[in-house]
């Protein structure tokens, strides 16, 4: 039996970069077939070689075993390769079925679309993945987590036989992502082969039955998941050992830096108290949508406090704008890169500097020296993979660019950190680095909250955990405290509230 589709001798090249090096993959029938590297190790390049968007300068693909050239996405489509991207290719306005039929709707006597017989195949679909939703509703109103079944609808209409997802699980819910390897368990069963790329160990080796480690653009292993264990993974991942996962190091607080009283947000949070003191690292757990984030965006004056109140340095404040919080030593590194965090179509260099003007000019004047040795600095802590600092921020992979965002707001030299979800989708090497920085910062006496859904993370890093689920705060837990484990916080996050 020869694989569904196989890469050959790939070589793609960007300036100053060779992003994919003499690649090569093998993808068999109904098989999940994990991709996994460090960022910027070429796997979203190797996607779109595969989905036909980049044509590589060298090398061959093969599906069915056959050679085939890839112009186009249409080509690659046609070949029966459909592709889950992370930025979902959803048409808000328009309604599931026309979303799952984009373009090539079903046509009745007359030429005209019949919605009819395309409802009826939109909700067998789905239905077939185990999911009920009113196809003819707009996009709109649902979820990720079933708008991502309307994208891997739209690939099994198409018959696709390898359906590619790149870190599909990083916007989605806990319970959003169980069903998701429930859909792709099913899609195995009957046969449809898929390429799975994350950065989460844990999922890997729950999902997938071979998995494949690239660095550098370069094919590194591909083996049965059963033969490897976390620290092969990262080991070929890296080409060194992560020693420790977690480098958590002896805080002492020191006075309070933020302070909540009874804080409510309409709709969004509600008479949420806590404190968050200099030099620790305060970790906010719950499930995604429990108001975390939120919460953040009260403290950076990006959402109205509508009663209570907020206390900076034990001042009562009113932080209207983030602008008046960056003013007030605040620094905001938000899950959202695309939104808050940076400016696309501007440099590496220029983005690491965005919120530490005032420590890189000269006599009123921006200085070429400072704005070098500064951005320098960030590439090298970060480890961020670029060519050159000049290259623009948007060119980069996914995860350098969201280690811009943080190197930006760490230069920006706060007293108050707020990290939000800080290392989605950033590999596990850099993770620590990430980790290694917030350590600096507290020990040089900053306030670092975190929010995270990794509770591993939040376990690993924390001073102290608070626990919110709809919009209220449910406990709060010390290091110190044997509820500090896995079990009593998802606990509090699904609801029980806990004596405090
Ligand atoms: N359009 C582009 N122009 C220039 N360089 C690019 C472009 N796309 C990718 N690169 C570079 O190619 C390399 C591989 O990037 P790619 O996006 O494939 O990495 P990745 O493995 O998907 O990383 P991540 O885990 O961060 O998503 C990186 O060095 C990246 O900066
Ligand atoms: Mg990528």
């Known amino acids: 039996m020869s694989p569904v589709v196989e890469l050959k001798g790939v070589t793609k090249k960007f300036p100053g970069v060779v992003a994919l090096r003499d690649m090569a993959i093998q993808i068999e029938p109904g098989e999940v077939h994990g991709l996994i ?24 693909i093969h599906v069915d075993g056959e050679r085939r050239k890839f112009a ?16 979902l290719n959803i048409v808000r306005q328009l309604s599931l079925t026309d979303n799952i039929f984009l373009n090539q709707g079903i046509k009745g006597p007359g030429g005209l679309l019949d919605y009819k017989s395309m409802d009826a195949k939109a909700t067998e679909l789905l239905a077939s993945m185990g999911i009920k939703a009113d196809v003819t509703k707009q996009a709109a ?6 708008l991502q079944m309307v994208e891997i609808a739209r690939a099994l209409l198409k018959d696709a036989k390898l359906i590619i997802m790149d870190e599909p699980t990083s916007s989605l819910g806990e319970s959003e992502v169980d069903e998701l390897m429930r859909v792709v368990r099913e899609l195995r069963s009957r046969g449809v082969a898929i390429l799975f790329v994350s950065h989460k160990l844990e999922e890997l080796f729950e999902l997938c039955d071979r998995v494949t480690v690239m660095r550098d653009g370069e094919h590194i292993l591909t083996e049965d998941i059963e033969n490897m264990d976390n620290d092969k993974l990262i080991r070929a ?25 009874g804080v409510t947000s309409v709709g969004k949070i509600k008479n949420v108290s806590f404190t968050a003191r200099y030099g620790e690292i305060l970790g906010f757990a719950g499930l995604v949508g429990a108001g975390r984030t939120e919460t953040m965006r009260c403290i ?11 206390l900076v340095d034990g001042k009562s404040v009113r932080i209207r704008n983030p602008r008046d919080a960056v003013r007030k030593g605040i620094a905001y590194v938000t899950e959202d890169r695309k939104g808050q965090g940076l400016v696309l179509n501007q440099s590496i260099a220029d ?3 965005l919120s530490a003007f005032r420590h890189v000019t000269k006599g009123g004047w921006l200085s070429p020296s400072k704005v070098h040795e500064m951005s320098a600095k960030s590439i090298e802590s970060l480890r961020i993979k670029t ?15 969201q280690k811009v965002v943080i190197g930006k707001w760490i230069n920006s030299v706060s007293n108050i950190y707020l990290f939000d979800e800080p290392t989605r989708g950033i590999d596990v090497g850099a993770k620590v680095e990430v980790y290694n920085i917030m350590n600096t910062l507290a020990s040089q006496g900053k ?8 509770l591993p993370e939040v376990l690993g890093m924390s001073d102290r955990v608070i626990v919110m689920r709809g919009g209220e705060v449910m406990a709060e837990i010390n290091r110190d405290d044997p509820k500090f484990n896995e079990d009593d916080i998802m606990k509090a996050a699904w609801g029980e509230r806990q004596e405090q």
Do not use: H, W
């Open 351 to 353: 983005n690491l500097i």
């Open 447 to 454: 306030c670092i909250i975190m929010v995270s859904s990794e």
């Open 237 to 261: 991942m890296v080409g060194r050992s992560v020693e420790n996962q977690f480098p958590k190091q002896d805080n002492t607080p020191g006075e309070v830096a933020i302070e909540f009283r």
């Open 387 to 401: 060519p050159n600092a000049d290259n623009l921020a948007g060119k980069l992979s996914g995860g350098n660019q």
């Open 37 to 60: 590297g460090e960022n910027g190790a070429g796997k979203s390049t190797l996607i779109k070689v595969l989905t036909g968007v980049y044509q590589p300068e060298e090398g061959e």
């Open 72 to 87: 186009s996405p249409q080509d690659s489509q046609n070949a029966g390769i459909a592709c889950v991207y992370q930025e």
């Open 300 to 310: 950076f004056g990006d959402l109205p406090v509508d009663a209570g109140e907020v």
């Open 141 to 146: 109103i649902f979820g990720m987590g079933v």
